[in-house]
């Protein structure tokens, strides 16, 4: 398969055909549902299925529970000791691969970091047939005896499950016996749910349980919030902190970038929750709510108008005339340096395309930064998202829960009996909605995309290069799995969960940075090797003439 | 420091494994079936391995890797997998159309039970497998073994497609093990220098290490095509390149086709590549080319050029067993002195004793495990500190915590290049190996000298 030169026009009818002509009649039908025409009248699908089965055989870029808990919400999280209950593979495959950065710097040299370390029961066949709890347990008091960590989190792989080991009396027990150290479980099989996002949802609900709550000490800092679904991949933590420094707010927690324990078991000692990554996270945010009594907004800080606006959300929130115009401050010293950077990489990225297939908001994200360079985003969609990713939250109450959907815990949470304070009266809610700042509102990635722009749920590998070769983007962004599949075709690659080698993009440092790689990667010479001079003029002459 | 948690005193763990010097069978296994020429590896569990596999192995080859999966949910989980698979078979034939499809098992199929043999039938009969394609299927289970088991077994598996006709091809069929598509290329350059005609699978060489052309290729040109997998059979011989990678599948193919079989230690370092080809000769009956005979001339020409250089230094290698019996005794032949050594697979006491004999006489204490991971190594090197780690990228986190120069070798390579492209094995092969071993120490030697020490001429 080769990519042809640019087609000037593409009709999005004609390329949505052409995705499913070549599957088996069920599989057609399923795709249709999850690959959407945005705004398009004629169109068969109003609404996009999205959370559903991955069909068997087709390759897709999806991952499983245990990567969504593990890998995801739990992995960087620097003082806890990760102790994956299985055969070794997953411990493995999860160590160190995610780039969440993590800065055990201010507690000093003996601060706590076991994120360089992959910590597995190593499971065996005698394991399987006669159960592992036993060797589960004696994991447990090996490294709490070489460790002494304040928390041993851990997390259950497919066997687990299906053998029947009671992690969770395991933990329950240990934590027990310690004293000292916070032993819990997470049931993250890979088979639950039908992508990551499940085990995002089992990540939410154990820390809530185990964790959320457990120091009450009040924290210094005027303007307090928790900063959730930020992970810190390449750096970009690090750059909201700078930049929440600068103005004077303080982040009690981050869940779960550069975090530690002691940061989830305050978070409820914040003021505002502030949600990036809606998908992972939305559960600890709406819980926070009804035990606690914090509101939540959603944020976004990758893009420089995004994280303006952000800012500015916060601020409004507080209702602090100093906090509303530090914030100004901070913006109008950041942005001068970043517009410069804009404008110039804007003469040479103007015009072009993109497609992003990522996350389940790194797709809608990213857009930001797209549009500040001029660019267009062509197709979008997301690899675990929701519908309410999709099409904003109004559609919760309409979702149907299906079987998958059903066997992951929902908890139930009331107001904490001492402790349940809210942090505004509903009448101040109600003015500040009134001054356009929304609470528990997310309006998902559709409004955000052009008409006759495609919207593809859980893109797979055959589709993304049907796309590529018929829509001809001047950029890619997916995952590793799919980088080099895309980049053979001749079209630049950028990986939007680990960022490749770069990073960081969130705020206004990381802003600049993006503009920079996507330059670099959308016009560069690297791309006109691909022939030799032989393959592009291959006629013999008769005779060759020496000069 | 990064591993600051590591204490310098040993204690037994029974049950804890920290930082593994191995991972599971089914990322062997598709790695082994990749070097099927238009195979799709197709693994039977939740979709999280497959999407683990397949990073793991795009990361460390720089290149595509298309595998699908039977993407379990709990239903199939409780239920059997049967019918996602036989969804899938019908699926991939359709869509992306491979010659073979090559099925491997996880930890998820095998405690529920799945029977792959008896899905497989199923297929057939219900014609879900097109004429002229095939399906193969191997038995991966994570929690036995380790990658290398699974790399095996899928080897094993391919001896499924083998035929005997009674007519021999004069062929030598060679099974390289898992090593580096750079090396099975330079495996067969050797056997092509010695005028031997093989036959090689896997062989990754042109698939995972495949030219920018601006076409992509799901199946890309290289890898062991069906017609040769069948005519496997009919070889002169088989030689097996490592005995936990390599020998059972080609005592399997003596066993179906009578084609007998020699198990010869992976060619790393000069005297494992002299048996190599020292046996090529003899099975094929010629004479070693002087192309060789001069490749091997300058190897040696190295190793005693620099010989000063590695005398007895210190090294800790962690690696998979086949790679370290040759690796180990390559050190050891140039004075170098391997004091600790780890492989995370469970290659109990053959693996040891080997390493026993191979080690014996090189004057310094030597720490040997299998099932061992690398938290040991480390723990290992902060009581008895070496010259030189040699070990996967992982190795990194301890070499910048204990300042002890590194090489960078095995699986998986996440942050260096060249590994696709420039082979370890064979004469050449250790060339490049010394080249790096005396960059490492090199470097090391210019940076801690003092201003009145450093020298212009090493």
């Known amino acids: 398969m080769t990519v042809e030169e640019k087609l000037v026009q593409w009709d999005p009818v004609d390329i949505k055909a052409k995705l499913i002509a070549k599957y088996p009649p069920k599989v057609a039908r399923k795709r249709a549902k999850q690959i959407m025409i945005n705004e398009a009248l004629e169109n068969e699908t109003p609404e996009i299925t999205a959370n559903v089965r991955t069909i068997p055989g087709i390759i897709t870029m999806r991952g499983c529970t245990y990567a969504g808990c593990k890998g995801v919400i739990m992995g960087p999280t620097r003082d806890i000791v990760n102790l994956v209950h299985g055969p070794i593979g997953c411990s493995f495959y999860a160590w160190l691969t995610r780039r969440n950065q993590t800065d055990p710097g201010p507690e000093g040299p003996d601060g706590e970091n076991f994120m360089p370390y992959a910590f597995s029961t190593d499971m065996q066949e005698q394991d399987i047939i006669f159960g592992g709890e036993k060797k589960l347990e004696a994991a447990i008091q090996e490294a709490y005896d070489l460790f002494h960590p304040k928390s041993i989190a851990i997390f259950a792989t497919c066997p687990v499950g299906l053998i029947g080991d009671d992690i969770h009396t395991v933990t329950r027990l240990m934590k027990e016996k310690f004293g000292d150290c916070n032993v819990y479980a997470f049931s993250c099989e890979g088979y639950k749910g039908v992508s990551q996002s499940a085990g995002h949802h089992i990540a939410n609900n154990q820390v809530f349980r185990h964790i959320v709550g457990e120091n009450d000490e009040v924290k210094p800092g005027k303007f307090k919030i928790n900063l959730l679904g930020e992970y810190n991949i390449g750096g970009d933590g690090f750059e909201i902190d700078r930049i929440f420094d600068k103005c004077g707010i303080t982040c009690i927690s981050t869940f779960s970038g550069n975090s530690t324990y002691d940061q989830f078991a305050s978070a409820h000692t914040a003021d505002l929750n502030a949600v990036m990554c809606h998908r992972s996270i939305n559960y600890v945010a709406d819980m926070l709510e009804t035990k606690y009594g914090i509101p939540w907004i959603k944020v976004n800080f990758i893009g420089a108008e995004a994280t303006a606006k952000s800012l500015r959300k916060i601020a409004q929130y507080f209702d602090d005339k100093d906090l509303i115009k530090k914030v100004e401050e901070v913006i109008a010293e950041e942005m001068p340096a970043v517009e410069a950077v804009a404008a110039d990489v804007k003469t040479r990225t103007d015009g072009k395309t993109a497609m992003l297939f990522v996350g389940a908001s790194r797709a809608h994200h990213y857009q930001g930064l797209f549009t500040e360079m001029g660019m267009k985003v062509i197709s979008a969609g997301y690899e675990f998202a929701h519908r309410d990713d999709y099409e904003g939250r109004q559609v919760i109450p309409d979702l149907k829960l299906d079987a998958d959907s059903r066997n992951i815990e929902e908890l139930v949470v009331e107001p904490d009996e001492t402790r349940f304070a809210p942090r505004k009266t509903a009448k101040e809610i109600a003015a500040l909605e009134a001054d356009g700042l929304d609470f528990k509102k997310y309006d998902g990635l559709i409004p955000d995309m052009a008409k006759d722009t495609l919207i593809i749920d859980d893109l797979n590998q055959y589709e993304a290069e049907k796309l590529v070769e018929l829509m001809k983007p001047d950029i890619f962004c997916a995952g590793i799995k799919e980088k080099f599949s895309i980049m053979k075709l001749g079209v630049p690659m950028k990986q939007l969960h680990s960022y490749d080698s770069g990073g960081p993009y969130a705020g206004f440092k990381g802003a600049m940075n993006f503009y920079a790689e996507i330059d670099r990667l959308t016009n560069s010479k690297v791309w006109s090797y691909l022939k030799a001079p032989w393959q592009e003029s291959p006629e013999l002459t008769a005779a060759y003439v020496w000069e | ?458």
Not at chain 2, 107 to 116: A, F, R, V, Y
Not at chain 2, 210 to 233: A, H, N, Q
Not at chain 2, 282 to 310: C, K
Request: glycine content about 8%.
């Open chain 2, 1 to 458: 420091m990064l591993l600051r948690h590591t204490p310098k005193e040993v204690v037994d763990r029974k049950a804890l494994m920290i930082n593994p010097a191995k991972t599971c069978q089914p990322i062997g296994a598709m790695y082994a079936a990749l070097g099927i020429h238009g195979c799709l590896p197709h693994s039977h569990g939740s979709q999280g391995c497959c999407a683990y596999h397949r990073s793991t192995l795009t990361r460390h080859y720089k290149e595509p890797v298309s595998a699908s999966t039977s993407s379990f949910t709990e239903g199939a989980s409780v239920f059997g997998g049967q019918a996602n698979l036989m969804q899938a078979i019908n699926n991939i034939f359709t869509v992306y159309e491979p010659d073979v499809i090559a099925v491997h098992t996880t930890c998820l199929s095998e405690t529920i039970g799945d029977d792959l043999p008896q899905i497989r039938k199923k297929a057939q009969s219900e014609g879900k497998i097109p004429e002229g394609k095939y399906v193969l299927g191997a038995s991966t289970p994570s929690y036995s073994g380790s990658h290398v088991t699974g790399f095996s077994n899928m080897v094993k598996s391919m001896i499924d497609l083998s035929e005997s006709t009674d007519v021999k091809n004069g062929k030598v069929n060679i099974i390289p093990g898992w090593v580096e598509p750079s090396d099975m290329e330079e495996i067969k350059r050797m056997a092509a220098l010695t005028g031997v005609d093989t036959i090689m699978f896997p062989d990754t060489s042109g698939v995972l290490n495949g030219p920018m052309t601006g076409e992509y290729k799901m199946f890309p040109d290289g890898g062991t095509t069906i017609e040769e997998l069948k005519s496997t059979g009919d070889s002169i011989g088989t030689l097996a390149l490592g005995e936990w990678c390599s020998a059972d599948a080609a005592r399997t193919l003596d066993k179906k086709c009578k084609v007998p079989c020699k198990v010869l230690d992976m060619p790393f370092g000069l005297k494992a590549t002299d048996r190599f080809v020292d046996t090529m000769r003899t099975v094929a009956g010629v004479s070693v080319s002087d192309e060789l005979v001069f490749e091997r001339g300058q190897l040696v020409d190295m190793i005693t050029d620099m010989h000063q250089y590695f005398y007895k230094k210190k090294v800790a290698i962690a690696g998979d067993p086949d790679q370290l019996i040759s690796m180990v005794e390559f050190l050891v032949s140039i004075d170098m002195c391997p004091v600790h050594i780890v492989t995370g697979s469970p290659a109990g006491k053959k693996f040891i004793k080997r390493m026993e004999e191979l080690t014996e006489g090189i004057g310094c204490e030597v720490n040997i495990k299998a099932k061992g991971d690398l938290f040991t190594l480390h723990q290992w090197m902060k009581n008895e500190p070496v010259d030189l780690l040699i070990c996967n990228t992982y190795g990194k986190y301890i070499a910048r915590d204990e300042d002890t120069p590194f090489l960078r070798w095995g699986f998986p390579i996440l942050d260096r290049q060249g590994h696709q492209y420039f082979p370890t094995v064979g004469y050449k092969g250790g060339l490049r190996m010394l080249e790096k071993i005396l960059s490492a120490l090199m470097d090391r030697m210019d940076r801690d000298a003092d201003d009145a020490k450093f020298e212009l001429v090493l």
